[in-house]
């Protein structure tokens, strides 16, 4: 059955494209209702756009964790949301609401969890000199970059310039989050 999903990004947004290009494609049994940004330059929003996709811009310097987050809660019920895919978003989630989306919330992060957590995993991998670097997608916890690993994939990234090093984190990030939501949805 098709079920109902919000994407969560403050940036970039390519694993938003990804992820919606894979909804259109019928690659993954989901449909993406909307787009939950933090920030109005995000580029992001350009890309929902021309997607054909609401955005609901959040205003965390006019509103506090508790307003955002209890309306997100009531208009997700409305809209009967089944699950939540954070993208690059660049705000925490509080427990009250991490709560109550439990096992709902996906998200990815550029790093071989649970090594390097927070900003910057890839610019640590780099300066540490790691021979190998990965993606990692899991379920959203209380603590950050930290709960339940659905899938993981490591790169060797030995005398690869950084560049390319990036750009091969992305292309991996963007197959790993469809695979992942896959496997969620057998499960
Ligand atoms: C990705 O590296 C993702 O793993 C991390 O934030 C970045 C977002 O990139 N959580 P984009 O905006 O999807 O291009």
Do not use: W
Request: net charge negative; aromatic share 10%.
């Amino acid at each position: 059955m098709l079920k109902k999903a919000v994407v969560f990004a403050s940036g970039n947004g390519s694993n938003f494209q990804a992820i919606v290009d894979a909804s259109k494609a019928k690659e993954i049994d989901v449909s993406i209702e909307l787009l939950i940004c933090n920030n109005e330059d995000a580029y992001v929003i350009e890309r929902a756009i021309n997607s054909g996709i609401d955005t609901l811009l959040v205003d965390y310097k006019k509103y506090t964790y508790f307003e955002i987050e209890s309306m997100l809660i009531k208009q997700f019920k409305e809209m009967k949301i089944d699950y939540i895919f954070l993208a690059g978003f660049l705000r925490k989630l509080s427990p009250y609401f991490v709560t109550h989306f439990k096992n709902k919330i996906l998200n990815i992060h550029p790093s071989l969890l649970p090594k390097y957590k927070g900003l910057d995993a890839i610019e640590q991998a780099l300066a540490n000199k790691d021979k190998e670097i990965g993606v990692t997608v899991h379920y959203v916890d209380e603590k950050l970059d930290n709960g339940p690993i659905i899938i993981q994939e490591e790169i060797n990234i030995m005398g690869i310039d950084s560049e390319q090093v990036y750009q091969n984190v992305h292309e991996l990030e963007h197959r790993l989050y469809i695979e992942a939501i896959n496997k969620v949805m057998e499960e």
